[in-house]
């Protein structure tokens, strides 16, 4: 504290008289130890010159301030309770008087500007003298900012602008960002001040606090928020294209962000779902092969984001074209976005030309086409649809020839190029079923010198309804019964006939009245072939052996009508159907073995059988199918009624893998049940090349038991040879034997798989060797003839009928070693696939 600032002196005059009031106060007191100068004006106006001035307060501090009030501190000095603070208020002197007694005096000055510094004098009073003073400025607190506006925003920055309040020209903007607390000092004293919050994170709010600043001190501070721009999506997946929608994916890393898609269809209907951090969008109601635009934007705190855009494209519904197919092509027209079109059966693929109109052509019949369209754009590839199209199946033009007599034809197709489930060929009335290897077959059971329409169609199984070519219809002209047209063999070969059968009548008039006889079993008296007395049987042989068997090959196919004219009409009937193995290997009904029933109109009487005629009785064997897993009953219920006192079974169950006949007997021991009949098994002998089996039957009813002898030969294999002819001639002797011994009058059931093919041939061997035994002379020709009034097929290939003159052969000298090969050619049979697989 300056005694100058003080003191105010006028003049010299006072300065004198000043003098003298200090030595008068000096004497007067005495005992003053202050050397503080005292205001003249205290002097005058007081009047107390002995009281002498307070002290200041030591030390003031300004605790806070706002806008019009600054609030002091000071603590108390000697005890001292009564003070005056001084300032200047627009020019005017404000004196404010304290009277406070507590040890630290607080006082609030008020009524102040905003922003102002002040200079403060507290003076301390004590018996009317006051301190010398104590000077301190002290400012009020600056207005805030009146408004502030946000003018943009991005993803990183946010502008704000204000207005200037009371000329301020520093302020103070404070943020938090990621738990930091930030501030931008601005220093700016336009009218309005504009400032750039920048290195912002994008999509989030953010709170601010903006402070004006004068004299050193803030304002209380502005509060307001701001967003920033969310991020657009950064990619944008086609995770599923149909044909009426599509699925939109994207990421989405923040939460508090959400999207608005849009797309250029009104019709389009859309719904969101959000997982974890990946948005999906459903778009549907969209039209099939169309473009569309999409947009994504992500809005935050009403920001959008800048817009994503892209297309995409709905795939095709090809199933839906109607497309019309051929046997060599495809076409439709497909509406809709698509480039190029392509067909494929697996090998290089066909393109469609350009177009709406789908055109493939020079297709591989009967194939499946996997037909697919693609739009290519320069951003991407749209599959747009693929299908599967089967094409229809090839025509097979049917080629018919003349075969054997006028009885058959053969009918046969040049193999055309494409695939086919099977071929259906009907001729007369009846209708054949062929494999796509079999491009071949004969026709038996036609009349002489006719016209036949064949027809054939190909037809191709899909998956959904089968495929038929186009019929192909072609004639057949059968020939006149005998006449080999043109062939100069055939009328020499007709010549020699004529010339041993004038021989034969002339020489050897016992033979024809004993074939006769013979024949007399026969329902027919018309007897074709001749008997070869034992002695002419080697030249016999011989003469048809000739020219690469071209004698037996013509005989066997003059035995082919044979019978054929016959009716099998109870083996068509519908409910007896799948009771055959194969559906061209038909009793006839005439020699059919029908089971009993009660009463007669019953259709269930039938089974797969025909008597045969033996070389003494007309009913000596029955001859029948190897039976089916639904008619073993039937057939043991044949076998009891028949009194049947042995079976001839000449196949395996199982060859080659394909099943040619159930096991109708049991496996072991225990017995099996058949109807009312119990089967049991009760003795077995295994032999290299047969198996000769006991059957005990006992009917239920009566508890009546017979024993049923199993004759099994196994040595005749699939497609192949038994050792030579000695082996099946001594097995006949072993069934022989057998027949002989019991001399019973039942009939012998025989049976292969077909009952026609090995079981003819075992017949016609034991028969014609009964016959060269007694006789000394064979009719194999007549016998078989004979055999196929009865049943259908009766030695079944020519190589069988070749080996029956073997057999005979072998029995006049002694086995000369020559093996002929004899297999059961059933290319020809047609199994019934549906009773096969009953009960598989
Ligand atoms: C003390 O100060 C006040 C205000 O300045 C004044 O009014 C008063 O007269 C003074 N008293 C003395 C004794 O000087
Ligand atoms: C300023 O502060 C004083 C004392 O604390 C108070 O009474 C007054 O209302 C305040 N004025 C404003 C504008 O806040
Ligand atoms: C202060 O004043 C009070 C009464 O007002 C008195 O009792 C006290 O002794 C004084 N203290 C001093 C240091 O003068
Ligand atoms: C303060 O006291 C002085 C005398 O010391 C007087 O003149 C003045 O009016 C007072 N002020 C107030 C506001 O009371
Ligand atoms: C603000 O300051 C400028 C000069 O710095 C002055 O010219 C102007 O008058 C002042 N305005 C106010 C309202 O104080
Ligand atoms: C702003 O000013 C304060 C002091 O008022 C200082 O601490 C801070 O570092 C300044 N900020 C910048 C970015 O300059
Ligand atoms: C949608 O927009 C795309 C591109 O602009 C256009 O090619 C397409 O035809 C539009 N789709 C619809 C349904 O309007
Ligand atoms: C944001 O986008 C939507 C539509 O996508 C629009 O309606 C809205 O006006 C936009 N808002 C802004 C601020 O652009
Ligand atoms: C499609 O094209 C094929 C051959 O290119 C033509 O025969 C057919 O008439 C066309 N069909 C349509 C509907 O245009
Ligand atoms: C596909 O067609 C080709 C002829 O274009 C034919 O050679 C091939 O066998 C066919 N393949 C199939 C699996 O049909
Ligand atoms: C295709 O079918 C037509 C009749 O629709 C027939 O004339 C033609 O021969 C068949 N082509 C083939 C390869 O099968």
């Known amino acids: ?497 004529i010339c041993v059968v004038v021989f034969l009548f002339l020489k050897k008039p016992d033979i024809i009245r004993r074939k006769k006889s013979f024949l007399s079993g026969s329902r027919t008296s018309d007897s074709k072939g001749k008997i070869v007395p034992v002695t002419k049987f080697p030249d016999h042989y011989r003469q048809l052996s000739l020219d690469e068997n071209r004698g037996f090959s013509q005989e066997y196919e003059s035995l082919a009508p044979a019978g054929t004219h016959q009716t099998q009409k109870a083996a068509t009937l519908p409910e007896n159907k799948g009771k055959n193995r194969f559906t061209n290997i038909l009793p006839y009904d005439w020699s059919r073995v029908k089971l009993n029933t009660s009463n007669p109109n019953n259709t269930m009487d039938y089974i797969n059988a025909n008597y045969l005629p033996g070389y003494s009785s007309s009913k000596e064997y029955i001859a029948c199918q190897g039976p089916l897993p639904n008619t073993v009953g039937d057939f043991w219920r044949m076998v009891w009624e028949q009194k049947v006192k042995r079976i001839v079974m000449v196949t395996n169950c199982v060859e080659a893998g394909r099943t040619k006949c159930e096991q109708y007997w049991p496996e072991d021991r225990s017995p099996g049940s058949h109807g009312e009949l119990i089967v049991s098994k009760t003795s077995e002998e295994r032999e290299s090349n047969w198996v000769l089996r006991e059957f005990k039957v006992k009917h239920m009813k009566d508890s009546e038991e017979r024993t049923v002898n199993h004759f099994h030969f196994t040595a005749w294999p699939d497609h192949g040879v038994p050792q030579g002819t000695e082996v099946l001639i001594r097995f006949r002797g072993l069934v022989r034997k057998h027949i002989d011994s019991e001399g019973s009058k039942a009939p012998t059931v025989v049976h292969c798989s077909a009952g026609v093919g090995r079981t003819g041939t075992i017949i016609a061997l034991d028969v014609l060797l009964q016959q060269l035994q007694h006789e000394q002379a064979v009719g194999i020709n007549s016998f078989v003839y004979k055999m196929r009034q009865h049943r259908s097929h009766m030695v079944q290939t020519e190589s069988q009928y070749v080996f029956l003159h073997q057999c005979i052969m072998d029995s006049l000298q002694p086995p000369g070693g020559q093996e002929e090969n004899v297999y059961e050619n059933d290319d020809l049979i047609y199994v019934n696939a549906t009773a096969l697989r009953q009960l598989r």
Request: hydrophobic share 35%; with cysteine.
């Open 1 to 497: 504290m300056t005694k100058m600032e003080l003191l105010s002196v006028k003049s010299t005059s006072d300065l004198l008289l000043l003098y003298g009031f200090f030595s008068l106060l000096l004497t007067v007191t005495g005992n003053s130890t202050t050397s503080e100068p005292m205001r003249t004006s205290e002097l005058t106006t007081a009047g107390k010159s002995t009281e002498p001035a307070p002290e200041n307060v030591e030390n003031v501090s300004v605790e806070t301030q706002n806008t019009s009030s600054i609030t002091i501190k000071w603590d108390k000095v000697n005890n001292i309770s009564t003070y005056k603070l001084q300032y200047k208020e627009n020019g005017e002197t404000v004196i404010n008087n304290i009277s406070n007694a507590d040890a630290v005096v607080q006082h609030v000055v008020s009524d102040l500007t905003a922003g102002t510094e002040y200079n403060f004098t507290l003076f301390t009073e004590a018996n009317g003298v006051n301190s010398s003073g104590l000077l301190f400025p002290a400012a009020t607190a600056p207005e805030n900012v009146n408004n502030v506006s946000v003018e943009t925003q991005s993803v990183n920055s946010i502008t704000i602008k204000w207005d200037n309040v009371n000329n301020i020209s520093i302020y103070k903007l404070q943020y938090e960002e990621n738990g930091d607390t930030v501030t931008n000092n601005i220093s700016n004293a336009d009218a309005v001040v504009q400032h750039v919050v920048s290195d912002l994170t994008a999509g989030t709010e953010y709170s601010f606090t903006l402070f004006t600043e004068a004299n050193g001190v803030k304002s209380s501070g502005l509060l307001f928020s701001a967003a920033t721009v969310p991020l657009s999506v950064t990619s944008v997946r086609v995770s599923e294209r149909l044909v009426d929608r599509v699925t939109l994916q994207w990421e989405n890393p923040n939460k508090a962000w959400k999207h608005n898609l849009s797309i250029n269809d009104t019709n389009a209907s859309i719904t969101q779902e959000e997982t974890t951090n990946v948005v999906s969008y459903f778009i549907s109601n969209l039209k099939p092969g169309t473009m569309y635009e999409f947009s994504v934007i992500t809005v935050f705190s009403g920001l959008n984001s800048s817009a994503y855009v892209d297309h995409t494209v709905t795939q095709i519904n090809c199933s839906a074209v109607s497309w019309s197919v051929t046997n060599s092509s495809i076409q439709g027209t497909v509406e809709g976005l698509f480039s190029k079109a392509t067909a494929s059966n697996g090998s290089e693929p066909l393109i469609s030309p350009e177009g709406k109109n789908v055109t493939f052509s020079d297709l591989f019949p009967g194939a499946t086409y996997n037909i697919s369209l693609l739009y290519e754009t320069s951003s991407a590839p749209y599959p747009q649809c693929l299908i599967e199209i089967p094409i229809i199946p090839p025509s097979l033009a049917p080629l018919c020839s003349y075969w054997g007599s006028g009885y058959s034809a053969q009918i046969k197709w040049v193999e055309p190029d494409g695939v086919w489930t099977t071929a259906e060929l009907s001729i007369s009335g009846k209708t054949f079923t062929l494999n796509p290897n079999e491009n071949r077959l004969i026709v038996d059971g036609l009349q002489p010198a006719k016209k036949y329409k064949v027809s054939v169609i190909s037809r191709l199984e899909t998956k959904a309804d089968p495929l038929i070519s186009e019929p192909s219809i072609s004639f057949c002209s059968t020939d006149n019964r005998g006449v080999i047209g043109g062939s100069l063999v055939g009328v020499l070969l007709f010549a020699v006939l």
